[in-house]
């Protein structure tokens, strides 16, 4: 059974940090890219940042550049993402997903489109609030 548990989020005040983990079971985990994603109340769902297997290179989105960093841990199948100078528009769900390499893209920047085959993977997220 495939899993990816997020753990981590909580209340934190403008400024603070948190870090995020994504624990993930139940497929080759070098086999592909994970990813996190948020979603704030009314909007839509975004990419965060994303890290692939074969680059050394994470991916950010402009939001993200500067203040947080993805890492994954191969031996331990787990992927963090550490947040820091948190802000109140950084107040969402965060999610964690799992997406084979040759669809990253297209998956990391429409999460929730139409795209086939949808053979990604998802967490059920965690809060994160950030008060200003």
């Known amino acids: 059974e495939v899993q990816l548990v997020e753990s981590g989020g909580g209340l934190v005040q403008s400024g603070g940090s948190l870090r995020l983990s994504c624990a993930a079971s139940?497929?080759?985990?070098?086999?592909?890219?994970i990813g996190w994603f948020r979603q704030a109340p009314g909007k839509k769902r975004e990419g965060v940042s994303f890290?692939?297997?074969?680059?050394?290179?994470?991916h950010y989105m402009d939001f993200a550049k500067g203040r947080f960093t993805i890492s994954r841990d191969s031996a331990r199948n787990t992927v963090d993402l550490v947040m820091t100078n948190l802000r109140p528009e950084d107040t969402a769900i965060y999610f964690c997903?799992?997406?084979?390499?040759?669809?990253?893209?297209?998956?990391?920047?429409?999460?929730?489109?139409?795209?086939?085959?949808?053979?990604?993977?998802w967490g059920r997220g965690t809060q994160v609030t950030v008060s200003s």
């Open positions: 997903s799992a997406c084979p390499e040759s669809r990253k893209f297209v998956w990391f920047g429409d999460p929730d489109g139409h795209w086939t085959p949808r053979d990604d993977f």
């Open positions: 139940g497929f080759t985990f070098d086999e592909y890219a």
């Open positions: 890290i692939s297997s074969r680059e050394t290179r994470p």
